[in-house]
């Protein structure tokens, strides 16, 4: 009888770990998804110069669907105004772009850990910069 006692006690702990390799695997392919389209995004914006609204629009919609959030939780700093591509390197020609998207459960059975749903939650931020191919018209 104890040892069904110790065993009935022990298991959901031992759950846990089972339920955090399948949460992990989770989030890195949310997390490999939403690379993959910032980086669509982004090859987009070189060759306009800019992020242009619709990219924005493009980018939040897709980043929410791949973390299943609404499209207003998805950050987006990226330049706007039109970059032009010089003959020789200048920092005036890279586009600077900003995406962070929420992940909203980082540990599996925080609860029963005594770890609030806040405090299990955090950012996926993508930051970086990329040299404008846009040519001046002349």
Known sequence: ???FIVMAAVLPLL???????????QNQNRIAAFQEIVYSIKEQARQEGRFTPAMKTALASA???????DESEIIIEADSDIKYRRNTFDERELIHYKVKAPIK???AGNRLLGISDD?????????????????RDE
């Open 1 to 3: 009888m104890k040892q």
């Open 15 to 25: 759950m846990i770990f089972v339920m955090q390799f399948s949460l992990e695997q």
């Open 63 to 69: 980043a929410a669907k791949c973390f299943e959030v």
């Open 105 to 107: 459960k980082i540990m």
């Open 119 to 135: 405090a299990n939650s955090g950012w996926y931020v993508i930051e970086g910069s990329a040299a404008s191919e846009k040519l």
